[in-house]
C-alpha cells in the first residue's frame, strides 16, 4: 500500500526556520517526481514545489523561491522541505504528493500543519 | 502563471442530481487538467487526470471532459459521499495551479 506521512510540521516564529519531512512506503520513491502542496486554514490548494526523481531538477512557487529548499533522500525513501524566513502568511496544512500518469498527484499524505505565528 | 477559474464556487443539489463543474485556464493547456475531490480535513483524492481519463477505483459517474481553455467535470446522479469539494488543477506549465474550489453542498 502506497503511503506518504509527513512530520516536522509546528508553531514558528515569523522568521524562524522548519524542515518537513515525507516518509514513503509501499514504492520507490526515486522513480517519481514529488511535490508540496499546501492549503491555508479555509483556503484552496497552492502548489509550493517539486522535484525530479533524480534531484537534478526543482520548481518553486513564487511566494517561497529562495526561502524553500526541496529535497529527496532516496536511500531512506523521504522527500523534505526546508522552510527558511517564514512568514505568517505561510501558515497552512503542507501535503507531500506523488505525481504520475498524465502529470496528475495520484497520491498525498495526510498534511503537516505549520503555524506562524508570535 | 497561468490561472484557473472554477465556476460555480459552490453549489447545492439533492441526491440523484447531475452536477457540472467548470473550469477555465487563462490560456491554452492542452488536455493537462486534473480534477481532485476534497472533503473536510482529509487529503485531496485524484479523480480525473488529463482532462477525460477516470482515475482507478473512481465511481463511473465522475466525468470529465474539455480541452484547450474549457473543461467540465460531471458527476451523474450525485451520491450523499460525492458532497465535498472539488478543484481542478492544470499541470501545463510551472506553477502547477488550481482553481478557487466548488462546493457541493446537501441541498
Known amino acids: 500500500e502506497v503511503q506518504l506521512v509527513e512530520s516536522g510540521g509546528g508553531l514558528v516564529q515569523p522568521g524562524g526556520s522548519l524542515r518537513l519531512s515525507c516518509a514513503a512506503s509501499g514504492f520507490t520513491l526515486n522513480s517519481y517526481w514529488m511535490h508540496w502542496v499546501r492549503q491555508g486554514p479555509g483556503k484552496g490548494l497552492v502548489w509550493v514545489s517539486h522535484?525530479?526523481?533524480?534531484?537534478?531538477?526543482?520548481t518553486y512557487a513564487d511566494s517561497v523561491k529562495d526561502r524553500f529548499t526541496i529535497s529527496r533522500d532516496n536511500a531512506k525513501n523521504t522527500l523534505y522541505l526546508q522552510m527558511n524566513s517564514l512568514r505568517v502568511e505561510d501558515t497552512a496544512v503542507y501535503y507531500c504528493a506523488r505525481e504520475v500518469r498524465g502529470r496528475a498527484i495520484d497520491y498525498w499524505g495526510q498534511g503537516t500543519l505549520v503555524t506562524v505565528s508570535s | 502563471d497561468i490561472q484557473m477559474t472554477q465556476s460555480p464556487s459552490s453549489l447545492s443539489a439533492s441526491v440523484g442530481d447531475r452536477v457540472t463543474i467548470t473550469c477555465r485556464a487563462s490560456q491554452s493547456i492542452s488536455t493537462y487538467l486534473n480534477w481532485y475531490q476534497q472533503k473536510a480535513g482529509k487529503a485531496p483524492k485524484l479523480l480525473m487526470y488529463t482532462s477525460s481519463s477516470l482515475q482507478s477505483g473512481v465511481p463511473s459517474r465522475f466525468s470529465g471532459s474539455g480541452s484547450g481553455a474549457e473543461f467540465t467535470l460531471t458527476i451523474t446522479s450525485l451520491q450523499p459521499e460525492d458532497f465535498a469539494t472539488y478543484y481542478c488543477?492544470?499541470?501545463?506549465?510551472?506553477?502547477?495551479?488550481f482553481g478557487q474550489g466548488t462546493k457541493v453542498e446537501i441541498k
Open positions: 522535484i525530479n526523481s533524480e534531484e537534478t531538477f526543482t
Open positions: 488543477q492544470q499541470s501545463y506549465s510551472t506553477p502547477w495551479t
